[in-house]
């Protein structure tokens, strides 16, 4: 029951960040690190690397994994920002950023570091 209570508090934060305008995330720019550091570095961290508890509680992967790297496609990373995740702990970005703002933020995923 906890941690349920804290996964939905979790995505509720996330869905706030993610129902913004997307003129109000990064100013409306197509700033692929402005907009990670804004609402995604929240759980993936500011590099790509997310906190052990958000491991743990979300299952949130760390980007900047080779492994993860390699496995996701820049269509299954716009996807995974647009619809959310399947297990429904990412939430969906799909009209609160523009395709210029996707596209951005799926460079700026690919240029982190490998660890």
Same mark, same amino acid.
Do not use: W, Y
């Given at each position: 029951?906890?941690? +349920?209570?804290?996964?939905?508090?979790?995505?509720?934060?996330?869905?706030?960040?993610?129902?913004?305008?997307?003129?109000?995330?990064? *100013?409306?720019?197509? *700033?692929?690190?402005?907009?990670?550091?804004?609402?995604?570095?929240?759980c993936?961290?500011?590099?790509?690397?997310? *906190?052990?508890?958000?491991?743990?509680? $979300?299952?949130?992967?760390? $980007?900047?994994?080779?492994?993860?790297?390699?496995?996701l496609?820049?269509?299954? =990373? +716009?996807?995974? =920002?647009?619809?959310?995740? +399947?297990?429904?702990?990412?939430?969906?970005?799909?009209?609160?950023?523009?395709?210029?703002?996707?596209?951005? =933020?799926?460079?700026?995923?690919?240029?982190?570091?490998?660890?």
């Open positions: 029951m906890v941690r +349920r209570l804290v996964v939905f508090a979790a995505a509720l934060v996330l869905a706030a960040a993610g129902s913004a305008c997307s003129s109000e995330i990064a *100013d409306g720019r197509a *700033d692929g690190a402005a907009i990670f550091s804004q609402v995604c570095s929240r993936h961290g500011p590099v790509g690397v997310p *906190d052990p508890s958000n491991v743990a509680r $979300l299952g949130v992967k760390p $980007l900047n994994s080779p492994h993860v790297r390699q496995q496609t820049d269509a299954d =990373i +716009r996807h995974q =920002i647009l619809n959310g995740s +399947r297990n429904k702990q990412m939430p969906a970005f799909a009209g609160a950023l523009n395709d210029d703002q996707v596209s951005a =933020i799926v460079a700026h995923v690919r240029s982190l570091a490998p660890h």
